[in-house]
């Protein structure tokens, strides 16, 4: 037997497993109410069940406050809830904004102080670039005056080295 039919093999077995065990309980119950009817025919017929169980209780006989739910009572001793209770809707609303007022100032404030420290830190890196700039620019110089000078070493040297042939020197 191959691997790929061996693999199909246990797919088709695990679906037939999965497919007894979610409808095999409705089958059982099915069964066994045929099981039960058709003997039930065969017999005489019970006669009809008369269940005298008690009606369910409703909410509203369990806690009748609760059809109303605004609750009067609540908060009446409490005189900060009170006085905040009596607040029209404008007072309300005015004091939102004002929150939200005391909010954007201190948003604006945080940003004040990052906006400094930002420009500090930029004014501080470029002082620092223009020193490097200053520097680069002496080294620069110092070069450009150290090569000036070995040329003109250069020529002075070639110059004593022409007079020293002249005068009979062979070289080394």
């Given amino acids: 037997m191959s691997r790929g039919s061996c ?20 089958l059982y119950w099915r069964l066994q109410n ?5 003997v039930s025919s065969s017999s005489s017929s019970c006669s009809p069940c008369v269940c005298d169980c008690p009606h369910p209780l409703s909410l509203l006989k369990l806690a009748p406050g609760l059809t109303n739910l605004t609750v009067t009572d609540c908060g009446k001793d409490d005189p900060d809830l ?10 309300l609303l005015s004091e939102e904004l004002k929150l939200l007022e005391k909010v954007n100032e ?3 404030r945080h940003m004040n102080i990052t906006f400094g420290e930002a420009r ?7 002082q620092e670039a223009e020193k490097c700039n200053t ?9 450009e005056q150290a090569e ?20 009979g020197w062979q070289g080394e």
């Fill in 34 to 38: 045929f099981k039960s009817t058709s």
């Fill in 7 to 26: 693999l199909r093999c246990c797919l088709v077995m695990f679906a037939v497993i999965s497919a007894l065990c979610v409808s095999g309980p409705a």
């Fill in 106 to 108: 201190e948003h604006m």
């Fill in 135 to 143: 520097a680069t620019e002496t080294c620069e110089q110092a070069r």
């Fill in 82 to 91: 009170k006085e905040e209770m009596e607040k029209q809707f404008v007072d």
């Fill in 120 to 126: 500090r830190a930029a004014s501080q890196y470029q």
């Fill in 148 to 167: 000036a000078l070995t040329r003109q070493e250069k020529k002075i040297t070639l110059l004593w080295e022409n007079r020293a042939r002249q005068l």
